[in-house]
């Protein structure tokens, strides 16, 4: 545990100094899409400065913006916001987890610890603070996140009378867009005005279902939220899959959930499964990601995979293999 603290802290601050270059100079790394082109770029020196902030479609920004959402509570969002992120990330794209959960625990998980002098992802929606000035480094390269206390439940009520208060943080988001390829939200158990920000700010939700009895409860009020959401606040938003977590293949009910949810929604599962691994339940203790707590375990591969077929579906293909 304190070898992994230490090391934690070493990555950190090799990752933290261009995103303070960044804080300062307002002036940062843009995303591309395209690593070699930046290596490239690298070899031929700093390029001028595209301006700072500048609204593009989504799509033509490059960025990609991803809800981890499922109002069922304990069912492995946080675990696949988390892992996922770090898996993005350790595949060569510049990622941000934006953590809209109270509990916290997607911030925790990478690591982050808010100190009370630093604004979390609650003075960007509820005080109008810049998202730049809440993102953290963390000991992944390329990994940053939009820390979140409990302060953030406090949000659900603040802006209940304030205008546009469904789109705080897709406002937010847009003076980032240009720094990271994908921006991953992890969402609390609800479908309250944090879950309704997210799902208005992103592109796309991935939705984890636990590979239990009850799995497919509570899924229509899911699709019927993000229909109403594509209908009124935000006509991009797709589905972009679901993913089967903490499954027991030996299990006979485990393989019935497994045919049902594939019954159900067909191709818009992904093809790779998270297996019930105690080394995922135990990495959030050690403050790292599964693919750096245990990069060779069940989870983290598993992860990777999910990683490499969700970039595909955002039509990111990985920058580099590995990990
Ligand atoms: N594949 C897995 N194998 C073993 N344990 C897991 C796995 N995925 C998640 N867990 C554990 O299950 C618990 C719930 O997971 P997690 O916090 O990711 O769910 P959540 O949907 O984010 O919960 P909440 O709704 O409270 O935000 C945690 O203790 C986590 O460590
Ligand atoms: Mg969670």
Redesign the pocket.
């Known amino acids: 545990m304190a070898a992994g603290v230490a090391a934690n802290a070493a990555g950190v601050a090799a990752n933290a100094g261009d995103w303070d270059e960044r804080r300062a100079g307002g002036r940062g790394w843009r995303s591309t899409g395209d690593s070699s082109e930046k290596q490239g770029r690298a070899a031929r020196g700093p390029a001028p400065d595209p301006p700072m902030f500048h609204v593009e479609h989504p799509s033509s920004a490059g960025t990609r913006v991803v809800a981890v959402a ?1 109002q ?9 916001a988390v892992s996922l992120a770090a898996a993005m990330a350790e595949l060569g794209r510049r990622t941000l987890l934006i953590d809209m ?1 109270p ?1 916290g ?1 997607a911030s925790s998980g990478v690591g982050v610890r808010v100190s009370p002098d630093r604004p979390t992802v609650y003075e960007v929606l509820v005080a109008g603070l810049d998202v730049v000035d809440a993102i953290e480094p963390t000991s992944v390269p390329n990994l940053f996140c939009a820390p979140a206390t409990i302060h953030l439940a406090g949000a659900e009520i603040e802006l209940v009378s304030v205008l546009s208060r469904e789109h705080k943080l897709r406002r937010a988001l847009e003076a980032v867009r240009g720094d990271f390829d994908v921006i991953l939200v ?1 969402c ?2 609800s479908l309250g005005l944090l879950t309704i920000n997210a799902l208005s700010a992103a592109d796309g939700v991935v939705v ?1 279902i636990q590979s239990e009895y009850y799995a497919l409860e509570g899924l229509g009020a899911l699709r019927r939220n993000a229909e109403l959401i594509r209908a009124q606040l935000n006509p991009d938003l797709e589905i972009i899959g679901f993913v089967l ?2 499954l027991d293949g030996r299990t006979r009910l485990s393989q019935q959930v497994v045919a049902e949810v594939e019954t159900h929604f067909g191709d818009q599962v992904f093809r790779t499964r ?5 080394r ?2 135990e990495a ?1 203790s050690h403050a790292q990601p599964i693919s750096v707590f245990d990069p060779t375990s069940s ?1 983290a591969r598993a992860y990777h995979a999910l990683a490499e077929e969700v970039l595909a579906r955002l039509m990111l293909t990985p920058a580099r293999s590995g990990a």
Do not use: Y
């Open positions: 499922n069922k509570g304990g069912v492995g969002k946080t675990t696949t959960d509990q625990n992890d609390p158990p984890p977590t903490m998270i297996p019930r691994s105690v995922l339940a959030p989870g």
